[in-house]
């Protein structure tokens, strides 16, 4: 039998090797939105994915204790701005927590949703389901709008780093 110590080591060692291997794994880098009376409300996310063409759904994931879990519950919408290569510092500050991410950060009103100017894609959604995913919950959402700049390339995370893609020729 193992004792605590060495079943927690093991553990620890598990978790490491699972982040290290899903920093291998290079995703888009998305600000998942949404609108609490005239205050907008954002965080990054990477877990952001293409679920279903008819009907067109998407799925995020959210911390299970976010605020804007809460608020994407209790409005039953959100919008997902796909960032472009250039947001890396608007990446780096929604994914931190606080009130006053947004506070002089430009932003408009899309479906009753924030948007962020210059963005790759933008998607507006409304929920259709809330999914258990261990710490997180899974939004599925039904796409109400969608958009692309194909000009605007966009921001990935890989390695624990911000990037782009490049395509093979």
Do not use: C
């Amino acid at each position: 039998m193992k004792s605590l110590a060495a079943a927690g080591a093991a553990h620890d060692i598990l978790r490491d090797n699972f982040r290290d291997t899903m920093a291998q794994a290079a995703g888009s880098v998305t600000a998942v939105t949404a609108l609490d009376g005239a205050r907008p409300h954002g965080t990054t996310v990477s877990a952001f994915l293409s679920l279903s063409m008819t009907p067109p759904l998407i799925a995020v994931a959210l911390d299970g204790d976010s605020d804007l879990l809460a608020l994407i519950r209790r409005t039953r919408q959100f919008g997902v701005n796909v960032l472009a290569v250039e947001q890396s510092t608007i990446a780096t500050r929604l994914s931190r927590k606080g009130p006053d991410k947004f506070d002089g950060l430009s932003w408009s009103l899309d479906h009753e949703l924030p948007r962020l100017p210059g963005i790759a894609g933008w998607v507006a959604a409304t929920v259709e389901d809330f999914l258990p995913g261990g710490d997180h919950r899974i939004v599925v959402g039904a796409v109400v709008d969608s958009e692309v700049d194909p000009g605007v390339a966009p921001l990935t995370y890989h390695r624990r780093t911000f990037g782009t893609h490049t395509p093979i020729v």
